[in-house]
């Protein structure tokens, strides 16, 4: 996305047209995000509240193992000189990330959620 991502941005181009019809499409689902301000934001809890969340503790960004993808990306990203070059760059390197790196970060997510339960929602080792 290009400039601030707002509540209202939020709602209008990520949750109206592809989360909440992809929820609404699945028998069983959990929503999870983090407390960043766009989602905590009162447009998005009230769109929200139409659909199942997970609660997220104040202080921990540990349960996200997509924050370890972006970590991934960061490390390979070549050096841009355009906006448009890193649009490419960002979107190649998104389509061969290693299934097996994911596969492995998300069945760390019982390990991530005890470790996070037992630091009482505060900083683990992940």
């Known amino acids: 996305m290009r ?65 370890h993808v972006w970590d991934q990306l960061k490390r390979l990203m070549p050096s841009c000189h355009s906006v448009h070059a890193l649009e490419l760059a960002a979107q190649d390197l998104w389509a061969h990330l290693p299934q097996d790196n994911i596969r492995c970060l998300i069945n760390s997510m019982p390990d991530r959620v005890a470790a996070c339960i037992a630091a009482g929602g505060g900083p683990t080792h992940y």
């Open 3 to 67: 400039g601030t991502l707002t509540g209202q941005r939020y709602v209008d181009d990520i949750l109206r047209p592809h989360v909440g019809p992809f929820l609404n499409g699945l028998p069983v689902a959990i929503f999870q995000q983090d407390n960043s301000r766009p989602h905590t934001a009162r447009v998005a809890q009230d769109l929200l509240r139409h659909f199942q969340t997970l609660p997220w503790p104040a202080h921990s960004p540990d349960l996200s193992p997509v924050e």
